[in-house]
C-alpha cells in the first residue's frame, strides 16, 4: 500500500511490434520505459502475421530470434514469442487477454506502443476492449504526432493520466504518454540501407547485424 493507503500494483509492460529488425530504436525506449516506469519487465513481442501491414519477408522465426539476441543479458526486457505459436493474424488483444490470465490479479499491465501505432489505433481488431486488459503508454515518437480529432484523439482524451504513479493504482484502464529520448531509429530505414549493400552498423546491436550476415536477410 502507497502512504495514501491505495493499492501500488507491481508493473510488466509488453511491446508488440514486428521487429524487422529490431534496432536501438526499440531497445533503448523498452530500457527507458522499464527504468521510468519501474517496470518488473517488459516483453518485446514480435507480431507473426501482422493484421495491419504486408507480412514481412522476413519470417517471424528470424525476427524472433533477432529479438531474443538484442535483449540478452538484459533481464528486464524479455522475447515473448507467444504470437508465433498462435495460428491467423496476430491480435493484440488475443495476447492481451493471454498474458492478463498468466499474470493473474494484483500486477498492472501497460502495453507499449509508438504515436504511429496509436494515429492508427482504430483499425485494431476490438481496440475498444484494449483498456479492459492493459493501461496503454504511449512512446512520443520523432516525426509524429498524436492525434488530434476523432474517435482516437477523443479515446486518449478520456482516459489520459498525467501522473504514471496512477498506472499502479488498478490492473488496466488508463493512458500515459512518456517523452524518452527520441532515436529516429526505423526497421524501414535499416532494410534499405542492407538492400543498398551499406552498412547499418550502430543503429542496432552488433549481435543482430552478424545474424543477419549469417542468415543472409534483407539482401
Ligand atoms: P517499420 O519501419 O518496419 O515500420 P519500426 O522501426 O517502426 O518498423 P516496429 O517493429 O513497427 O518498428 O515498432 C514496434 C513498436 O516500436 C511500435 O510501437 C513503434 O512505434 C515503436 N518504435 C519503433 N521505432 C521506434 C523508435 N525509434 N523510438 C521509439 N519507438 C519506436
Known sequence: ???LGSPTLPLVGILGGTFNPVHYGHLRSALELVE???LAQLRLMPSAEPPHR???QCSAFHR?????????GEARLVCDARELKRAGKSYTIDSLIELRAELG?????CLVMGCDAVL????????QELLDWAHIVVIARPGWALPRSGEA???LHEHRV??????RQREAGCITIEELRPLAISSTEIREILAAGRSARYLLPQSVLDYIEAHTLYR
Open 1 to 3: 500500500m502507497s502512504a
Open 36 to 38: 521510468r516506469l519501474q
Open 54 to 56: 504486408d507480412v514481412p
Open 64 to 72: 524472433a530470434a533477432m529479438v531474443e539476441i538484442a535483449v540478452a
Open 105 to 109: 490479479s494484483g500486477t498492472g499491465l
Open 120 to 127: 492508427g489505433i482504430t483499425q485494431w481488431h476490438r481496440w
Open 153 to 155: 484523439a477523443q479515446w
Open 162 to 167: 498525467d501522473d504514471p504513479q496512477c498506472l
